[in-house]
């Protein structure tokens, strides 16, 4: 909860310090209506939508390949005698002292 | 000598840099990508993670240098550009993102068809973004993206003939300074038949490059006049030939398999190609109208801006040189591997 929650805060001050400006982009110096790009809105929301896309099967690509390596280092664990050993560092590290006693 | 003119020296410096150290991780990832099937290309591809792994994207500090510079220095010129020719660096960047993550998905990866898709987006990527970050620069050559806020055409402005060029021409001579970087790193490894794999495609690319060269030179001279003039005259045309004599140095030299100074005849090559583009428009910012002078921002700004370069280039170039020396010496990948082969003590698959 904290990790989700931590990451709120942080956009929510950035909303607040964003908002918080209007109408300036630059306070004092610059107005947003004169810093705003002459591009149509239709080009931005297309190269945002790439983006977004692009990030999102990055993210995809990469929550799943943790999950693979967290099989792949699981299976390995498993015929590794004692607790004391020291077992390949990653995430399934905590649970295999709980499988062990079972 | 005005502090614009220095400043405008420096970031072009920092092209060339972005063109050599870029430019050898691109070529690279087009190696990668053309070294054939899952078990023809898997030692070219050991190769290749084994010298890219270490100095894995450090040289995207060049790019970063040359936006800051740019947006600092000569803002004028960075609004004009994005904002005419938002879609090719757009394109660039998405190309440079994926290749990242292609490339560091892959090395994980131990599924043969994951690992032939991350190999495909890896490769892919290599040559997508140098070839629309160049042609972004064609289509400053060519005159092509005028001042203000969106004022240039959002597609000719980096489609065009000489934008073509520019984006081939960076992808080949990205392909040849990596083949020269390869051929070093397989004599440091020991393998002499991948020193013979990556000798013959620095031969191969070598030879693309004077074609594209060549042709590339025709092109310019019907399609931006005053590029070509600045090319074929002057410190332009001295650079040319400096690129002309090191990149067939380098052949000499990789073919009679003397590879010391390979690298610095391949980097004095890539490098001088760009300094001939930035003296053939020497001293316009965006040919024909906006001058170094012109496009400068604050005097102030300007001797701050290059107050802040010295110091970065006092922090940044020892830790660079450190880097690069381990690298070359071998000793940061050597690291590398006692760390996999300890993580992958008993892989599930070969």
């Not at chain 2, 970050?133 to 980096?158: E, Y």
């Not at chain 2, 053939?280 to 102030?300: C, V």
Request: with cysteine; aromatic share 10%.
């Amino acid at each position: 909860v904290a990790g989700v929650v931590s990451v709120l805060a942080v956009e929510a001050g950035w909303i607040t310090a964003e908002v918080g400006r209007q109408p300036w982009i630059v306070w004092g110096q610059m107005m947003v209506a004169d810093a705003v790009t002459d591009i149509g809105a239709g080009p931005i929301w297309a190269s945002f939508s790439v983006l977004v896309v692009v990030y999102a099967l990055i993210a995809w690509g990469f929550v799943a390949l943790l999950l693979r390596m967290r099989l792949r280092w699981r299976r390995q664990d498993t015929p590794l005698p004692g607790p004391g050993d020291d077992g390949p560092p990653g995430p399934d590290r905590a649970p295999q002292p709980a499988e062990a006693r079972r | 000598v005005t502090a614009a003119d220095v400043v405008a020296a420096v970031l072009l410096l920092a092209i060339a840099a972005y063109a050599c150290g870029g430019g050898a991780d691109y070529g690279a990832g087009f190696w990668d990508l053309t070294a054939g099937d899952e078990d023809r290309g898997a030692r070219p591809r050991a190769l290749v993670d084994h010298a890219m792994a270490p100095v894995w994207e450090v040289n995207n500090v060049w790019l970063v240098f040359v936006l800051i510079l740019t947006w600092t220095g000569f803002p004028r010129v960075f609004e004009a550009v994005l904002s005419t020719a938002w879609a090719a660096v757009v394109l660039g960047g998405v190309g440079l993102v994926l290749r990242g993550a292609g490339f560091a998905l892959r090395k994980p990866t131990r599924d043969r068809v994951r690992r032939r898709r991350y190999t495909v987006i890896f490769g892919v990527s290599s040559i997508v973004a140098p070839f629309f970050f160049a042609a972004v620069l064609g289509g400053v050559a060519s005159g092509r993206i005028p001042v203000g806020n969106r004022q240039g055409h959002p597609v000719t402005s980096w489609l065009n003939p000489t934008s073509v060029v520019f984006g081939v021409l960076a992808v080949t001579a990205s392909a040849f300074i990596a083949a020269v970087f390869l051929t070093s790193d397989a004599r440091r490894d020991g393998s002499s038949d991948l020193e013979a794999w990556a000798g013959r495609r620095t031969v191969l690319a070598a030879t693309a490059l004077a074609v594209v060269a060549v042709v590339g030179l025709v092109v310019v001279r019907f399609d931006a006049r005053p590029l070509f003039d600045g090319l074929v005259s002057g410190w332009g045309l001295a650079f040319v030939l400096v690129a002309v004599v090191a990149t067939a140095a380098t052949v000499w030299l990789v073919r009679r398999r003397t590879l010391r100074g390979t690298r610095l005849t391949a980097i004095l090559a890539v490098a001088s190609v760009v300094l001939a583009w930035g003296a053939a428009q020497w001293p316009y910012l965006l040919p024909p109208t906006l001058t170094i002078d012109a496009g400068a921002g604050d005097p102030d700004t300007l001797r701050w801006l290059l107050i802040v370069t010295g110091i970065a280039v006092v922090l940044v170039a020892p830790a660079l040189a450190l880097l690069y020396r381990l690298d070359l010496g071998d000793r940061l990948a050597a690291d590398q591997d006692a760390d996999l082969s300890a993580e992958h003590a008993t892989p599930e698959a070969p």
